[in-house]
């Protein structure tokens, strides 16, 4: 149970930090 519980957040925290990743790559050579 408590396994689960860490992969969900940790699947919720890769999910954001690959948002942001992507959201930066796009916004990136935009600005620039």
């Given amino acids: 149970m408590e396994y ?3 992969k969900k ?3 919720k925290f890769a ?3 690959a948002l942001l990743g992507l ?3 796009i916004a990136g ?3 620039a």
Wanted: proline share 7%.
């Fill in 4 to 6: 689960d519980m860490e």
């Fill in 9 to 11: 957040i940790f699947k």
């Fill in 23 to 25: 959201l930066s790559f």
């Fill in 15 to 17: 999910a954001s930090a």
């Fill in 29 to 31: 050579p935009v600005h």
